[in-house]
């Protein structure tokens, strides 16, 4: 199973970004996908996840109103469309794959978010 994210990099404060994490060697659509993030110094926290049947969608708090989880199951890959960020959304975003007792991250793909 891999698990390759993509789409970060350096933007300015109110700036978008969208990540990708394409997903390899698993039943894709049968998976809950998330996006997690790690900021130095604290705990890896979700940030967005979507379900396997029905694409329903949860959010963290910090998050809410201003990014958005899609997944395309036919190109199994699932999405985060980043707007209006802010400094504090500056982390390590990990995908992750979940099914029952199954799990799998990605590598990472870091998001800075500086003027």
């Known amino acids: 199973v891999q698990l390759v994210e993509s789409g970060g990099g350096l933007v300015q404060p109110g700036e978008s970004l969208r990540l990708s994490c394409a997903a390899s060697?698993?039943?894709?659509?049968?998976?809950?996908m998330s996006w997690y993030r790690q900021a130095p110094g604290k705990e890896r926290e979700l940030v967005a996840s979507?379900?396997?049947?029905?694409?329903?969608?949860n959010y963290g708090d910090s998050v809410k109103g201003r990014f958005t989880i899609s997944r395309d199951n036919a190109k199994n890959t699932v999405y985060l469309q980043m707007n209006s960020l802010k400094p504090e959304d500056t982390a390590v975003y990990y995908c992750?794959?979940?099914?029952?007792?199954?799990?799998?991250w990605g590598q990472g793909t870091q998001v800075t978010v500086s003027s």
């Open positions: 979507i379900g396997s049947i029905g694409g329903g969608t």
């Open positions: 992750k794959a979940e099914n029952w007792d199954r799990y799998y």
């Open positions: 060697g698993l039943t894709f659509s049968r998976y809950v």
